[in-house]
């Protein structure tokens, strides 16, 4: 055998030395011309190929259903099945290493890893992936338990306790906070600091005033087993400053502190939220925004799951907005309408800056100022500032169609819906993904869920919704590109391939089953418990939504390191023969995804 088996390729890279001796003693190298059967339907394999050069097609019928290249593996399910399912034709001059079945089976008995990413499906894939000791997850701060971390002695006093005696057990325990019990509604409470600046501004004598009166309730709990990333965007959430750390028995174990954790964690997403919050002017918000790209930099390189980074830049840009909007609408605008977000940024799966889509809802029967349409133009130039550039389309609050009274917006979806025109599934789609970031968020709920008592069970306006997950479709080349086999087209674009599959046909089945979540990991969970998708299929979609998300932003920060614009393209020759089978993989599950919606919505009558 050869010295030369490239054992960095999966799933060879998780063999031990001795493993990788057991390979080298039992594989050998085969030839096959162009237009061989390497495999046929119902043929017994004998063997695990590795191709070192050319590639070969994997056919059900007239079906392409893979293509394989240098460093893939085929077929393992065969050998777990003793029967191959499909034809296996060398598509141009092959050479392949071939291992044989017997030392196949010991390698699987050995090593469980090896058996994970040669048989599982994309699901299984990923998570054996994220069990590897070599891998980034395993290293991200994010991933450890809350009390893994400094937790405070967490003091506790009663509700009926005078503030000046807080204040000596402030002073006599070096703590900034006590939990408060005995409140009338039977929750527990907190006193801090900033509470006592709200008593002392109450003006009666300190020793007079109980922390009853002004202690937060309920306070917001974390578990000790969470982790870390979890508490982190909790707190983003909550906008507090400290949780308790409460276990499954109610035992607390102490306080964590916001400052003390994101020391731990060393992320500076504190950093920004503080940025933020003590913005005074437009300048101060541009600097905390120019941060957060370098925030999802730092927490990719760290390992920090896709969906994690997710949800805090979501957060953090939703705050950054918020703020905007405040500083230049004027109060009484922004407490009679709602501003949102919608595409990918309403969804909570933007991680990279793209450009805006908002909208604005006014209350019925308030009058806006007499200069909304300039409000909102400075909105729009401010998010440009930011590093949002404007919509091609002006899907934006500067554009007077995307802002109207709760009733205006009810009638404008309802035609989206009821009486559409070419761009109606587009402005539809867009709108089912909103995310209210400043002012009532009710009046936006109010809009859905008018929207979501029209969604009846027509299969034709359905189908008609449902027919745009086609639009990007070049399924006759995508393998060819994948595998580089293709020299006209050598990136792949896998927002169109991929992602809006997925995005759109959960939201197409979201819409037919009237869920009103709008992150698609919500929506397919939703979907799963509603019985529309099965367990297997919401993890695979799951999962795979993840995975091209996480190989896009990493396209996306390779392609800023150069100074270029980012377009989230990944050209398959740069990926490792792991990130490439995973992507043939996800790429798989979309196709299987796409024939469901077919089969549910008709598409192919339309």
């Known amino acids: 055998m050869p010295n030369a088996f490239n ?12 493993e990788q001796g057991l390979v080298r003693k039992n594989v050998d190298i085969a030839y096959f011309p162009s237009g061989k059967v390497v495999l046929d ?3 017994v394999p004998t063997h695990l190929f590795i191709l070192i050069k050319g590639y070969v097609t994997q056919t059900e019928g007239e079906e392409v259903l893979a293509t394989y290249g240098p460093d893939d593996t085929f077929d393992g399910r065969g050998l777990v099945a003793g029967r191959v399912s499909s034809r296996f034709v060398a598509a141009e001059e092959v050479l392949a290493y071939q291992l044989t079945h017997e030392a196949v089976n010991e390698l699987i008995a050995r090593n469980a890893t090896f058996g994970a990413l040669l048989f599982s499906d994309i699901g299984h894939k990923l998570n054996t992936l994220a069990q590897r000791g070599d891998e980034h997850e395993l290293q991200s701060l994010t991933l450890a338990r809350v009390d893994a971390t400094y937790l405070r002695p967490a003091h506790a006093v009663s509700a009926q306790t005078d503030v000046i005696s807080v204040v000596r057990l402030f002073q006599e325990q070096r703590t900034n906070s006590v939990l408060v019990t005995g409140l009338p509604d039977g929750q527990l409470g907190i006193f801090s600091n900033t509470t006592l600046q709200r008593a002392v501004l109450d003006g009666r004598p300190l020793h007079q005033i109980t922390v009853g009166e002004f202690a937060s309730s309920p306070v917001v709990t974390v578990r000790p087993s969470d982790q870390l990333g979890d508490a982190m965007a909790l707190l983003l959430r909550s906008r507090v400053h400290r949780l308790v750390v409460v276990d499954e028995q109610q035992k607390i174990h102490g306080i964590l502190e916001a400052l003390d954790m994101f020391s731990f964690l060393a992320n500076h997403s504190h950093l920004i939220t503080v940025q933020i919050e003590q913005a005074s002017d437009l300048a101060a918000l541009e600097q905390a925004a120019s941060q957060i790209t370098r925030l999802v930099t730092l927490l990719y390189r760290g390992g920090t799951r896709i969906r ?28 009679n309408s709602c501003l949102f977000v919608m595409g990918s940024e309403g969804r909570g799966e933007q991680l990279l800056k793209t450009d805006q889509d908002n909208g604005l809802i006014l209350r019925d029967g308030y009058t806006p100022p007499a200069d909304l349409d300039a409000i909102c133009q400075r909105f729009s130039q401010a998010l440009i500032r930011f590093g949002y550039p404007e919509c091609p389309g002006y899907i934006m609050v500067s554009n007077s169609a995307w802002r109207d009274s709760v009733s205006l917006w009810a009638q404008k979806v309802r035609q989206w819906l009821l009486l559409p025109d070419a761009d109606s599934p587009m402005h539809l789609a867009i709108f089912m993904d909103a995310h209210a970031v400043a002012g009532d968020a009710r009046l936006l709920d109010e809009v859905r869920a008018r929207l979501m008592e029209l969604a009846v069970d027509n299969d034709g306006m359905l189908g008609r919704f449902a027919s745009v997950v086609d639009s990007f479709g070049q399924q006759a080349s995508w393998w060819a590109r994948l595998l580089g086999n293709n020299h006209g087209t050598p990136s792949l674009n896998l927002k169109k391939e991929g992602i809006f599959p997925i995005v759109h046909g959960v939201r197409s089945l979201a819409l037919a089953r009237r869920v009103v979540q709008t992150s698609t990991a919500e929506r397919i969970t939703a979907l799963v418990a509603d019985g529309a998708l099965s367990a297997n299929q919401g993890a695979e979609l799951t999962e795979s939504l993840f995975f091209l998300m996480g190989l896009r932003l990493k396209a996306g920060l390779a392609e800023l390191d150069m100074g ?7 050209t398959p020759e740069h990926l490792s023969s792991l990130e490439r089978d995973l992507l043939k993989d996800t790429l798989a599950v979309v196709k299987r995804f796409k024939a469901l919606l077919h089969q549910r919505f008709h598409l192919d009558a339309l």
Do not use: H, I, K, Y
Not at 316 to 329: G, H, I, K, S, T
Not at 564 to 570: F, K, L, P, Q, T
């Open 7 to 18: 054992f960095a390729a999966s799933p060879f890279d998780c063999l031990t030395p001795e």
């Open 41 to 43: 339907v119902g043929a």
């Open 308 to 335: 994690l980074m997710a949800t805090l830049v979501q957060q953090l840009n939703a705050r950054l907005f918020e703020r905007a909007w405040q500083m230049l609408a004027p109060p009484d605008l922004v407490r």
């Open 564 to 570: 270029r614009a980012v377009s989230g393209d990944v």
